[in-house]
Nanobody
């Protein structure tokens, strides 16, 4: 079985920064794309950022220039550095890992709240 453990969420003032981490462990022997999603009550889950095995990144327009996704393949870990945070970034953030061929795995979610 595969487990994804997220950390790094919390409460921050507008303009502040947070760094999210997501580590995969267990029976995972190949990892493809990794990414971060976020969701607020009453809204669909939104793709925030993705990173391929080769390090190519993509971002939703609203976070470009502020967020940076990265990965450490040796540690099976994906990160999301969030700078210049805005109240509209408030959400539960979920990491996603594609591996073992066709499978997709999700973290438990971590709350990010941006408020003055």
């Amino acid at each position: 079985q595969v487990r994804l453990v997220e950390s790094g969420g919390g409460l921050v003032q507008p303009g502040g920064s947070l760094r999210l981490s997501c580590a995969a462990s267990g029976s995972i022997f190949s990892i493809n794309d990794m990414g971060w999603y976020r969701q607020t009550p009453g809204k669909q889950r939104e793709l925030v950022a993705t990173i391929t095995t080769g390090g190519r990144t993509n971002y939703v327009d609203s976070v470009k220039g502020r967020f940076t996704i990265s990965r450490d393949n040796a540690k099976n870990t994906v990160y999301l550095q969030m700078n210049s945070l805005k109240p509209e970034d408030t959400a539960v953030y979920y990491c996603n890992v594609k591996g073992n061929g066709i499978y997709s795995y999700w973290g438990q979610g971590t709350q990010v709240t941006v408020s003055s």
